[in-house]
């Protein structure tokens, strides 16, 4: 599964209405296709405020080439949404899983996209 440009707009639109804050559980891993400069330049337009990305958060378990290419894996797209935990019960390396849950808490409510 993946995460590409129509659905991080619509998350970024929800954040300016009601910001993300606290966790977020996501069953499987998401392909981001698209960069960090990108998602910047839609937060800008969105007006919203993206976290800064921690430099030793970036080069961990990272290849050079991906960050020479400004690459997000879901995991930084998420901390980049405001989201201080981003929990997955299943291994970093399970790309077969098909089922997609993700769990986002804003304001005490849990809305599920699948």
């Known amino acids: 599964m993946a995460i590409d440009r ?3 707009r ?24 698209f960069n960090e400069t990108q998602l910047r330049v839609w937060s800008r337009q969105a007006a919203v405020n ?3 990305r921690d430099e030793a958060n970036q080069v961990n378990g990272r290849q ?5 290419a400004n690459n997000l ?5 998420f901390h980049l949404l405001a989201f201080d935990e981003v929990e997955m019960p299943v ?5 077969h899983r098909k089922a997609i849950l993700i ?3 804003i304001h005490g409510v849990i809305a599920w996209l699948t």
């Not at 619509?10 to 296709?33: C, D, K």
Request: negative net charge.
């Open 10 to 33: 619509l998350l970024l639109s929800e954040h300016a209405t009601r910001p993300f804050r606290g966790s977020i559980l996501q069953l499987g891993r998401q392909a981001i296709l």
């Open 50 to 52: 993206l976290k800064q």
């Open 73 to 77: 894996d879901d995991n930084d797209f």
């Open 103 to 105: 769990r986002i808490s």
């Open 6 to 8: 129509g659905t991080t």
């Open 64 to 68: 050079m080439n991906d960050l020479a």
């Open 91 to 95: 291994g970093p390396h399970d790309h």
